[in-house]
């Protein structure tokens, strides 16, 4: 048995399971195996039977409806992700209709496609006309509605939401909604109903690029609406006071005065406290750390102030010797002679030895 469609007893009172989650006759679910199946099921008191299908053969559809109403049980069907065309017949074997308010349930006139001559046409038109009228006929029992009423709806092959659904009596109550989806295959659905999803689909994404943009509207709003409120702020509080926080909040308010005399707005004075900050590493890294009051209170750009920390370093560099020559205590040159030498004092000498 496939997975798409399932019968299955339970005991204890229990209501016995039944799932249509595919087409309805030769490619899903056929009213042969399903009656069968219900059948074996004996004597039950309750059914509920879970619905996910885009439809399919009204005659087999007409057959399970038929077949669960004879059956004596009490029927409660859930529409679980869709319940179109056909299986919108076989969900009105319901003694109580549910659907998840994300669920749909569409209906139509029966629709059929014919080879032959003129005769086979006309013939084909009688056949689905009286079809149409046992479709309608089920739909008012069901629904309380009119017969020009079920008749307009399936003319305009209406594809209803759940509260939609509630509101025309094809269902009874609305549940929480389910994080379920409808799967089948889309491109083995009629045209007709094929178009009926697409409208559905992108008025669905028209609504979200609406909400989208609505959204972001909103943001942009607030954020505007946030920075007059900041500029009105800033505007009632005066400068001093400003560039005095700023500057106190960076470790620099030794020089607030000196911005708050020489620089005309707020916005001025926050890139030269950022350089400043900057300015004063600058100085402590090149060892100088005195002269970074000197190069703040010019408003010294950081790129002039490397380019002097930079030249000051290599002149001090030039004017330091640095004489790299080893020292000895051994020296090989003579003491200066004070007088010139006599040679007669050395024979003297040399004689006086003997």
């Not at 009874?172 to 389910?178: K, N």
Request: proline content about 3%.
């Amino acid at each position: 048995m496939k997975d798409w469609y399932k019968i299955v007893a339970r005991t204890n009172g229990q209501a016995a399971q039944i799932s249509v989650f595919d087409e309805i006759g030769a490619w899903g679910v056929s009213a042969k195996m399903f009656i069968a199946d219900l059948k074996a099921l004996g004597d039950v008191k309750k059914i509920a039977m879970d619905i996910n299908s885009p439809g399919g053969s009204v005659f087999d559809a007409l057959a399970m409806y038929n077949a669960l109403r004879a059956s004596g049980a009490e029927i409660t069907v859930k529409v679980l992700g869709v319940a179109a065309s056909a299986a919108s017949l076989l969900a009105m074997a319901g003694d109580k209709i549910i659907m998840p308010e994300n669920a749909f349930m569409m209906v139509h006139n029966p629709i059929n496609g014919v080879y032959g001559n003129s005769e086979d046409m006309r013939d084909m038109a009688d056949v689905l006309d009286k079809i149409g009228a046992s479709l309608v006929s089920t739909y008012v029992a069901r629904t309380g509605r009119t017969e020009e009423e079920v008749k307009a709806l399936l003319a305009a092959e209406t594809l209803m939401s759940a509260a939609d659904a509630v509101a025309q009596g094809f269902a009874d109550e609305v549940a929480p909604a389910l994080n379920v989806q409808a799967v089948f295959d889309y491109d083995r659905l009629p045209t007709n109903v094929q178009a009926l999803f697409k409208t559905a689909a992108n008025a669905d994404d028209a609504s979200a690029a609406a909400a989208k943009a609505a959204a972001e509207a909103a943001a942009a709003k607030a954020a505007a609406e946030a920075a007059a409120a900041a500029a009105t702020a800033s505007a009632a509080t005066p400068l001093a006071d400003q560039v005095l926080a700023l500057a106190t909040e960076a470790g620099l308010a030794d020089f607030a005065a000196h911005w708050a005399l020489t620089v005309a707005s707020i916005e001025a004075v926050k890139p030269l406290i950022a350089a400043a900050g900057e300015i004063r590493a600058l100085c402590v890294l090149a060892k100088c750390p005195d002269d970074a009051a000197a190069f703040i209170k010019a408003n010294a750009s950081i790129e002039k102030v490397r380019d002097a920390l930079c030249a000051r370093l290599a002149a001090k560099s030039e004017s330091s010797h640095i004489d790299t020559t080893s020292k000895s205590s051994n020296s090989t040159a003579g003491a200066a002679q004070p007088t010139a030498v006599s040679t007669s004092s050395i024979w003297a000498a040399r004689n006086k030895a003997k």
